[in-house]
């Protein structure tokens, strides 16, 4: 330890003083989160409008934590509601037990359930926190606490993240993008 | 034929009053200060949420530690437990009065001091060391053996600073001819800082004014990563907030003693402001000590205490010696002037030789 250092030391926290906080003063600013990022499950559709999910289960049965229940249904053939012979009449997800690994992503055959990047889901019942198909579906925009609120203060549901480009897994959802390429 | 006109009582009882109430609201908004930028230091933003830029975090701090439940424990000595951080913050307060903020008359046609002692620095030092009796006391009071330890170690740091603090000042002292704070900032109007006459006793009165405010190359006493409290663990509730205001309200009077004492004080050899350079040169300093928080490290207990008698007080003492022989044998005091800016050299040439540290030892 030397004077030299010392003083070297001095200029080094002045720097330091001077440059802009890495701090994210989160709930006045959203976070930035990385395009693969892990939140809130969406159930997407083909471009035709059908959704993708044919109701096979393979997401409940690769899940680890039991989260999942798929109760599959014979699709109308006059008026389909998937691209498949059947669809999911129910499915839930309790977002209590949901560890969020993602597995269920890998094991569906048709890129129905992409985990999508919505985080605020703390809520005040158990049963609120599992979410049906009328809460993944990808024209739902926010979870079920901020819809909750944006119905009762009648503003939209202002996300609380940013992220550089929605993947394309995630066709059709709708994600505030900033910065980044594509 | 006193050069100082005396206030009439109600106005200095007045002056007393704004300075207790000054002090005080300077501490509330120095412990933001501090935070904000001890927090922009390290790339963070600091306290934010209260008020518009956390402008009323102090307000939160200070209802929270009142409503706080204010613990007295059980083998505690009752009165001195009460009584050890009210000693504390109201010697204190009481050093502050002493310190002149501008030329004779400018505070509304009266007196920019409280005090005008012809043994102010005396006095203030006096009432300033007070302070080790709170922190003493509450060791003692708490009826608990860290505290103690805690305290001791306090007094043993605050007291081993004092020496080598009050041995930088008596060169100065000895220059001027005086004790009194007026005749100190008179002097350097007249004949130039005293920093030029007095360069190593201001380096050293700066580094020992760290360790007298437990300032952090000095922090022992209360080192927040290393120890629960210190001398202070047994306290809670407003009775710990008390510490904390002394320890605010020495750094605060330390930054004005310097300026005073080396800087010019309220003087300026050039735009004459009463109470701007003052407060300027007060900002300047509590910014550095900020600074230097945000910067080095904590002594080891026992370098903390060699550094203090092993080199704070030899330095001081021979600085001192220099000065009494150029005053005693009525020398040109310019040779101090040369002597200073040699010793501000040494300092430079120690900043630029840096050897590679030597490994003693197996270590890492």
């Known amino acids: 330890m030397t004077l030299k250092a010392l003083a070297q030391s001095l200029g080094i926290t002045l720097k330091y003083l001077f440059s802009k906080p890495v701090t994210i003063p989160y709930p006045d600013a959203p976070v930035a989160l990385k395009p693969r990022f892990h939140g809130r499950h969406v159930l997407t559709r083909h471009p035709n409008g059908l959704e993708k999910c044919i ?128 | 034929m006193n050069p100082y006109p005396l206030d009439p009582y109600w106005m200095v009882a007045l002056k007393a009053l704004l300075v207790v109430v ?23 933003l600091g306290p934010n949420r209260v008020g518009p830029l956390g402008l009323f975090q102090p307000i939160a701090d200070a209802i929270k530690s009142i409503f706080k439940e204010d613990l007295v424990v059980e083998r505690a000595d009752k009165v001195l437990f009460v009584l050890a951080p009210l000693i504390g913050v109201v010697f204190a ?16 046609g009266y007196q920019p001091w409280v005090l005008n002692l012809d043994l102010g620095l005396l ?31 306090s007094s043993a740091s605050l007291i081993s600073y004092e020496l080598g ?20 900032v008179n002097w350097q109007k007249e004949h130039g800082w005293l920093i030029l006459y007095a360069f190593p006793a201001f380096l050293l009165y700066a580094i020992a004014a760290l360790a007298e405010a437990a300032r952090t190359p000095f922090d022992l006493p209360e080192a927040e990563q290393e120890l629960v409290g210190g001398y202070h663990t047994e306290y ?12 605010y309200i020495h750094f605060i009077t330390a930054s004005a003693l310097i300026p005073t004492l080396f800087l010019g004080g309220w003087t300026m050899p050039f735009l004459e402001v009463p109470y701007l350079w003052m407060f300027l040169k007060i ?76 490994r003693k030892g197996g270590g890492a």
């Open chain 1, 55 to 182: 109701g096979c289960s393979l997401c409940a049965a690769a899940c680890p934590a039991y989260a999942i229940y798929v109760e599959p249904a014979e699709n109308d053939p006059e008026n389909p509601v998937s691209a498949g012979e059947r669809y999911a009449k129910v499915y839930e997800i309790n977002m209590l037990r949901c560890i969020f690994c993602g597995l269920c992503e890998e094991a569906c055959p048709t890129g129905a359930i992409v985990l999508g990047y919505d985080f605020e889901m703390a809520d005040y019942e158990y049963s609120d926190l599992i979410y049906g198909k009328e809460d993944m579906l990808v024209d739902v925009v926010g979870t079920k606490p901020q819809r909750r609120e944006a119905k009762i203060t009648g503003k939209p549901v202002k996300p609380g993240y940013v992220v550089p480009y929605v993947r394309p897994e995630l066709e059709g959802f709708k994600a505030p993008t900033k910065g980044g390429k594509k």
């Open chain 2, 22 to 44: 000054g002090l005080l609201t300077a501490f509330a908004f120095m412990t933001l200060i501090e935070r904000r930028l001890l927090a922009r230091f390290q790339i963070r």
């Open chain 2, 93 to 108: 307060l009481l050093a502050f009065g002493a310190i002149p903020f501008g030329p004779p008359g400018s505070f509304f």
């Open chain 2, 123 to 153: 006095y203030l030092f006096a009432v300033s060391e007070m302070a080790i009796y709170g922190i003493f006391l509450a060791g003692w009071a708490s009826g608990s053996k860290y505290s103690l330890l805690g305290s001791l170690r």
């Open chain 2, 165 to 184: 603090l009050g041995m930088a000042l008596l060169s100065p002292v000895l220059l001027v001819g005086s004790l009194n704070l007026n005749d100190l």
């Open chain 2, 236 to 247: 809670s509730s407003i009775k710990w907030a008390l510490f904390q205001m002394t320890e």
């Open chain 2, 283 to 358: 900002a300047f300093f509590l910014f550095l000590f900020i600074w230097i928080r945000a910067t080095w490290f904590r002594l080891r207990y026992d370098q903390l205490l060699r550094f203090g008698w092993g080199f704070l007080f030899p330095v001081a003492l021979v600085w001192f010696l220099v000065t009494a022989l150029v005053v005693a044998l009525d020398l040109p005091r310019s040779y101090l002037l040369y002597l200073s800016l040699a010793a501000f050299l040494a300092l430079l040439g120690a900043m630029m030789y840096s050897p590679k540290p030597a």
